[in-house]
């Protein structure tokens, strides 16, 4: 780097996350699925050792991909690469930094390594995407030093129903706190958990301070223009893609409604055969104790 | 005098709010036809792969080529001045340059997000400096005789202009400072 150049600025880390707007993000597990997703138009992928579905599916827990997994993402593409770590295991994030990531999840889908405290992310030069349901929360981890907000969802469903409810609840919460007066934002910072100076900040913008991507349930391409017409900057796809009968198709049909998202001659064109979608989980046969979208402080 | 941005994926909305800011009058463009009465065009920061795409599923290369032909200013930031190049070093398999500019770009130059960084630059004509916010940025290795370069950092070429052309492989849009996008308006759309 050359003369009075700085890195890891608030500005570089949101950024970054400003040109992945209207994107895609799709969850990889091996090389091979990260060149995929790129040649589909994806505008990132995300590392991890199994997609949302298949942690489900297996119990245990979940971690942090193998480094050698994550080298071979990093090397196979030409996009940027996010890898998610355990919520609060700064060490994970630390090896994530090490391995030169674009950005690290900080994410409910994994098992959580500390039950009180996120990690904090005012230490990295690499920047954090967050999972939220509520306002409160995305100040919370924007608070921490998180440079982007996702709304959960139930990750490894296929059902968007939790999608819609953590958007909608963000946004009318922003319109709340936006619309109340300037005397009662003290108590409106104790109601949410929320820093001041943040609340402050939705107050005068009306908006969250960083990009808001939608994520966690999202397996059609009209799921993928709903949210977007709901007022998100872009979405998260996890197992839609790769547990659907054909991926490539599937997960360029998602990349183009993202873009059109307000055009439905185009969105009924894409959605036309893409094959089997991924097998559907209705949120109230999950017990409680297993949905994610409840990790995170 | 109208511009567009091309609103296919990344940063089209921070250069709509800029110009809305300069008074003029600005239109996101997601389909060829809305092309047809822009006098001048901005290819916005984004993935550049992720547009080059789109841009071909949706015939954008021959729209804009044809509407450059007939007179249309074009600037491209970060992704959209690899994408307005004659050259694209690093390619992906599938990704083609429009060719509009005498550049030779290289995609990702200065590695990967932990480099990116912001600075002051000395842009011509713009007088105090400017803060350049450059993200995975990519790199003009090399331009055609009739270029002129606007600013260099670290002695590498981030700003050029070729004619009715302009490339910044930094982001304007994202620092609040109106300064390139007002050149644009006045010195590269209103000169045609």
């Not at chain 1, 996010?82 to 060490?91: D, L, P, Q, S, Y």
């Not at chain 1, 005012?122 to 920047?127: A, K, M, N, S, Y």
């Not at chain 2, 822009?38 to 080529?65: C, H, N």
Request: charged share 25%; aromatic share 6%.
């Amino acid at each position: 780097m050359s003369d009075n150049a700085t890195t890891g600025t608030l500005r570089v880390k949101t950024g970054l996350a400003e040109m992945l707007k209207g994107g895609v993000i799709m969850d990889v597990v091996t090389a091979e699925q990260a060149r995929i997703a790129e040649d589909a138009g994806a505008v990132a992928v995300m590392s991890l050792e199994r997609v949302p579905a298949d942690i489900r599916a297996a119990g245990g827990v979940a971690r942090m991909a193998d480094p050698t997994i994550v080298d071979q993402i990093v090397g196979a593409v030409s996009i940027p690469v996010m890898a998610k770590c355990r919520i609060g295991h700064f060490v994970e994030a630390q090896i994530l930094q090490s391995l030169g990531v674009d950005y690290i999840d900080e994410s409910e889908v994994l098992t959580p390594a500390d039950e009180e405290h996120h990690v904090n992310k005012w230490d990295f030069t690499v920047p954090f995407v967050c999972g939220a349901r509520n306002l409160g929360e995305a100040l919370r981890r924007i608070g921490e030093g998180a440079a982007m907000i996702r709304t959960k969802g139930e990750p490894g469903t296929g059902n968007v129903v939790e999608a819609v409810r953590h958007m909608r609840t963000m946004l009318e919460e922003i319109a709340w706190v936006a619309g109340v007066r300037e005397e009662q934002l003290f108590t409106v910072a104790k109601d949410l958990q929320a820093p001041y100076d943040l609340v402050k900040w939705v107050h005068d913008n009306g908006t969250l301070p960083v990009v808001n991507f939608s994520a966690g349930g999202i397996a059609t391409p009209a799921d993928a223009a709903l949210m977007m017409q709901l007022g998100c900057d872009g979405v998260f796809v996890g197992s839609g893609i790769f547990k659907s009968g054909d991926p490539i198709k599937r997960a360029k049909a998602i990349v183009e409604a993202t873009t059109h998202f307000e055009d439905a001659d185009i969105i009924a064109r894409v959605s036309r055969d893409l094959g089997e979608a991924m097998v559907g989980i209705n949120i109230s046969d999950i017990p409680d104790a297993e949905r994610m979208q409840e990790r995170g402080w | 005098m109208r511009v567009g941005v091309l609103a296919l994926q990344g940063a089209f909305r921070e250069h709509i709010l800029a110009f809305e800011a300069l008074g003029a009058s600005v239109r996101a463009v997601r389909l060829p036809a809305q092309l047809d009465d822009t006098d001048g065009l901005v290819i916005p920061g984004g993935e550049s792969t992720a547009i080059a795409k789109l841009m071909r599923t949706y015939g954008f290369y021959e729209a804009v080529r044809a509407r450059h032909a007939d007179g249309m200013a074009v600037w491209g930031t970060c992704a959209g001045a690899i994408l307005i190049a004659s050259d694209i070093v690093d390619a992906s398999s599938d990704q083609e340059p429009l060719g509009l500019m005498h550049s030779v770009v290289r995609r990702n130059a200065y590695g990967r997000q932990v480099d990116s960084f912001e600075t002051d630059l000395d842009i011509a004509h713009l007088g105090e400096p400017f803060r350049g916010v450059f993200i995975r940025a990519p790199l003009i290795e090399s331009v055609g005789e009739d270029i002129e370069v606007l600013a260099r950092h670290g002695g590498l070429i981030v700003a050029v202009r070729e004619g009715d052309l302009l490339a910044t492989t930094f982001h304007p849009e994202l620092t609040g400072d109106l300064r390139v996008h007002r050149y644009f308006l006045d010195r590269v759309v209103g000169a045609r």
